[in-house]
């Protein structure tokens, strides 16, 4: 009897033992590892549809953030025009206030400078008549302070020096 010519009591007895170990692996670990690798492919294919889902989700938010970020972009641009517009305006606006000030101090400063020529016009002729009246008192030789026709004279020759008329004699 060798090796390859076991006894038979031994042969039955390891194949009985064989079956039972085969009916016990095949009956209680084969389903076992069948719904281990099930559960493992299911959570594979789960989490495979997960990742896909969660792609089409990112995918969505990438767009919509796309969408605000052109939005946003368009409402600067338009602020922009929009406070451009208004700064060229306020520009204008103060342009306009600054001739109008300009033209009113142009017109006040007119009018100062009327008043005082009239104010300085009106001190030379009396100072032209006060020297003239003393002039004359020199020629003559006696103060002329009292004549009373001098005066009108002096009014008569500035009017017609303001009518553009020549001096008489």
């Known amino acids: ?32 590892i069948e719904k281990t690798l099930a559960a493992r492919e299911e959570a594979i294919e789960g989490t495979a549809e997960r990742a896909v889902a969660l792609n ?40 306009a ?23 300085a016009e009106a001190e030379l002729r009396e100072d032209i008549f006060t020297l003239a009246t003393e002039l004359a008192g020199r020629i003559v030789g006696e103060p002329l302070d009292n004549l009373t026709g001098a005066r009108a004279l002096a009014d008569e020759f500035f009017a017609g020096i303001d009518a553009g008329e020549p001096a008489k004699g």
Do not use: C, W
């Open 1 to 32: 009897m060798g090796p390859l010519n076991p006894p038979r009591p031994e042969l039955i007895v390891g194949l009985i033992g064989f079956a039972l170990v085969f009916a016990v692996f095949v009956k209680v670990l084969v389903p076992r």
């Open 97 to 119: 206030e600054g001739v109008r000030e300009r033209e009113d101090l142009v017109v006040s400063a007119k009018a100062q400078l009327e008043a005082d020529r009239i104010i």
């Open 56 to 95: 089409e989700e990112a995918r969505r938010i990438l767009s919509e953030y796309q969408a605000e970020v052109s939005a946003a972009r368009h409402e600067a641009a338009r602020l922009r025009g929009t406070a451009t517009e208004e700064g060229a305006a306020f520009l204008a606006a103060l342009r």
